[in-house]
Structure formats: structure tokens, C-alpha cells
T-cell receptor
Framework: NAGVTQTPKFQVLKTGQSMTLQCAQD?????MSWYRQDPGMGLRLIHY???????DQGEVPNGYNVSRSTTEDFPLRLLSAAPSQTSVYFC????????????FGAGTRLSVL | SQKIEQNSEALNIQEGKTATLTCNYT??????LQWYRQDPGRGPVFLLL?????KEKRKERLKVTFDTTLKQSLFHITASQPADSATYLC???????????FGAGTRLAVHP
């Protein structure tokens, strides 16, 4: 099992560019989430999904879109990148119910110039 | 608003000593708390979960306590080793979907 796989690992964008961060999991988890991690702050929830076709906003959703067409994949789209979106992005998945234990990918480090 | 606070200063200890990290929560009463380990350039990895009706939980050299009166969880690593050096994150469940609120983490450095 690969677990949660994120691509790319690093990305540099110019202000206004768009891009998609990819996330895939092979654990057949229903729940998937996107977080961003900034220095001195905890992981903050951007968007989450409780199953294919179902997504909802988290704490900091502005400037990001998500979709969930399959159980395995949960891409995060930056519509028009801004310097404030410079961060490390983590995708996570978990089983339905249970103890809400999150399985994280290795992260994507994004810089917006 | 609901908050999780961890000591932002790095904790430096000598190998073999017990490391104790603190997690405080405010403005709510989570049903359980979780602790994760994060190494540089990696995603967090789950370590332990403790429920509000449990005073203490152990796993090998790790011990977690949950004090609902003090609104605090303590995370202990006994007989610490340099390989324990990492950032440790506390997280607590909040609201619908069982969302987790994470603290900013405390960096632990264990010196030989």
C-alpha cells in the first residue's frame, strides 16, 4: 500500500496562475481532506469530502476548489494563485466513523511569487 | 473560538530523560485528543488517541494524559532518544464531520 500520495512535491507559481495539486489514496477511505500548514500555525482545514461526489468547505476555503469523482482521488485546485497561498499543503484520508485517525501524504510545498 | 495551544518554543532535553509536551484547549470540551509526530519535510503520523473518560494512555515509551478540569493533555516520552527528535502535534475533535483542530506543534530536540 502506498497510502496517501501527493504530487507534485514542490511547485513555484506566479501570481494569477492556476494549478491542481493531486492527491490519491489506496486505502479505500471514504473521508479525505486538504490542509495547509503555515509557520507558527496549526494545520488548517481547506476542504473535505465524505465520499465520492460530496465535498464541503473547511476553515479556509477561499481561493480553492475541490471535486471528488472517485473514492481514490481528491484534487485541490488553485484558481488564481496569490502570495498568501504560499504554504505547505497536506492531503489526508481516514476511515468512515472510527477514531478520526488521519493518514497524511508527504505534502506539496507551494511558493507563489 | 475553539483553540488548541502548544508551546511554540522548542524543547531541548538530554538523551535518556523524559520529555513532556503540553497541549491546552479552550472554549470547548473535545470528546478525544490525538497526538501526531511530524518529521521535517514529511506529513504528520498518528501516534496516540485518548478519550475524555480516560485519564492515561500508554504505548511503549509514550504516555498521554487527559485532564478535563485543566483542559490539558500531556504527552510524555520516557527514556528519550535522538531519534525521537521531531515536531509533535496535538489535535482535538470539533463539531460536525468530526473535524480536527490542530495545534501548531512543539519541536522536540533530544541531544546525545
Amino acid at each position: 500500500n502506498a497510502g496517501v500520495t501527493q504530487t507534485p512535491k514542490f511547485q513555484v507559481l506566479k501570481t494569477g496562475q492556476s494549478m491542481t495539486l493531486q492527491c490519491a489514496q489506496d486505502m479505500n477511505h471514504e473521508y479525505m481532506s486538504w490542509y495547509r500548514q503555515d509557520p507558527g500555525m496549526g494545520l488548517r482545514l481547506i476542504h473535505y469530502s465524505v465520499g465520492a461526489g460530496i465535498t464541503d468547505q473547511g476553515e479556509v476555503p477561499n481561493g480553492y476548489n475541490v471535486s471528488r469523482s472517485t473514492t481514490e482521488d481528491f484534487p485541490l485546485r488553485l484558481l488564481s494563485a496569490a502570495p498568501s497561498q504560499t504554504s505547505v499543503y497536506f492531503c489526508a484520508s481516514r476511515e468512515q466513523g472510527g477514531k478520526n485517525i488521519q493518514y497524511f501524504g508527504a505534502g506539496t510545498r507551494l511558493s507563489v511569487l | 473560538s475553539q483553540k488548541i495551544e502548544q508551546n511554540s518554543e522548542a524543547l531541548n532535553i538530554q538523551e535518556g530523560k523524559t520529555a513532556t509536551l503540553t497541549c491546552n484547549y479552550t472554549n470547548y470540551s473535545p470528546a478525544y485528543l490525538q497526538w501526531y509526530r511530524q518529521d521535517p519535510g514529511r506529513g504528520p503520523v498518528f501516534l496516540l488517541l485518548i478519550r475524555e473518560n480516560e485519564k492515561e494512555k500508554r504505548k511503549e515509551r509514550l504516555k498521554v494524559t487527559f485532564d478535563t478540569t485543566l483542559k490539558q493533555s500531556l504527552f510524555h516520552i520516557t527514556a528519550s532518544q535522538p531519534a525521537d527528535s521531531a515536531t509533535y502535534l496535538c489535535a482535538a475533535i470539533s463539531g460536525g464531520y468530526n473535524k480536527l483542530i490542530f495545534g501548531a506543534g512543539t519541536r522536540l530536540a533530544v541531544h546525545p
